[in-house]
């Protein structure tokens, strides 16, 4: 079946991930409102291509606000998560992927990245912060002129966020750019 996919209810806000001290994948994430017997599927995978699921969390009550911890699993180098939301009509849809890096702190802190690419109307920004707070994205174009700017609150580890409303930028190249609060900025070029 071709066509456009159906636009779901569960709204998916904020998906970030850290490595905990035992070396054990803590997730957290948020959605716009509560989906009554939604149900989220935690995937993962060791290569960023082959998930299998590391467990399930169910919609309770008016609930927002989710967590799930992968015991079972000590990441060794980098793991890859990806929700897999369902709601109550049997709709699906998967979340962006996370990377988190258990072991290099120095390559966990140059992760950045955007899909899809080229984008169309939103972009989803994938980034590790070093530690929790605001940071500022921004859009530019190649003369450098800021067209879009965002600010963020991020958890430490891996984050993804949605930069919306980009339907009025012209096809081409353009530079997207992280800086947390002490001025440190990540940038990655980007397609429309």
């Keep these: 079946i071709c ?20 070396g054990n994948a803590v997730l957290n994430w948020t ?3 509560p989906e009554p017997n939604g149900k989220f599927e935690v995937l993962y995978s060791t290569n960023g291509k082959n998930f299998v699921p590391a467990g399930t969390v ?3 009550g008016e609930n927002t606000s989710f967590g799930f911890t992968h015991n079972n699993y000590v990441i060794q180098g980098k793991a890859y998560y990806k ?6 009509d049997g709709k699906l849809k998967h979340s962006n992927v996370l990377v988190l890096n258990h072991g290099s702190a120095l390559e966990a802190q140059s992760q950045l990245s955007a899909a899809p690419i080229p984008f169309s109307n939103t972009l989803t920004v994938t980034y590790f912060a070093t530690e929790a707070g605001t940071v500022q994205a921004s859009i530019a174009d190649v003369s450098g002129r800021i ?7 991020v958890a430490a580890g891996s984050n993804a966020f949605t930069v919306a409303n980009l339907e009025n930028l012209n096809n081409g190249v353009y530079l997207l750019s992280v800086a947390n609060a002490h ?10």
């Excluded at 929700?83 to 109550?88: A, I, N, P, Q, Y």
């Excluded at 067209?147 to 609150?153: A, L």
């Design 3 to 22: 066509g456009n996919p159906f636009a779901l209810a569960i709204d998916l806000v904020r998906f970030t991930g850290q490595v905990n001290n035992n």
């Design 31 to 33: 959605i716009a409102k």
């Design 58 to 60: 169910y919609q309770q």
């Design 83 to 88: 929700l897999l939301m369902t709601e109550s």
């Design 147 to 153: 067209i879009k700017i965002q600010q963020v609150e």
């Design 183 to 192: 001025g440190e900025k990540q940038h990655i070029k980007i397609q429309k």
